[in-house]
C-alpha cells in the first residue's frame, strides 16, 4: 500500500472547539466594541487575520473537500469498469 493511498484511509478530524484563541478574540471585540470605531477596527482585523481556529477549519474544510472529490473520482472510475464488463459481457 503506498502512502498516498494509507493517506485517504486516516480518518479527517475536525478541528478543536472552543480553541484558546477565539476567547481571547471575543474578549477583545467586546472590550473593542465599547471604543468609538473598535467594532470597524476589530472587524477589519477579524477580516485580515484568522485565528488559529480559523485557520485550522479552512485546512479541514479543504481535506474534506479534496478527500470527496477523489471518492467521487474513485466511483466514477468503478461505474466506467462496471458499466464496460457488463457491455462486453452482452455480445
Known sequence: MS???QDD?????????NHPDEKVRSFVE???????LGGMVVK??????????????TEWEGAISE???EHSE??????QMTSAKHDTGRH
Open 30 to 36: 467586546a472590550v473593542a466594541s465599547e471604543v468609538p
Open 67 to 69: 478527500r470527496t472529490n
Open 9 to 17: 484511509r486516516k480518518p479527517i478530524k475536525p478541528p478543536v472547539k
Open 74 to 79: 474513485r466511483l466514477d472510475r468503478h461505474a
Open 44 to 57: 477589519l482585523a477579524g477580516d485580515l487575520v484568522p485565528t488559529q481556529a480559523q485557520k485550522a477549519r
Open 3 to 5: 502512502n498516498n493511498e
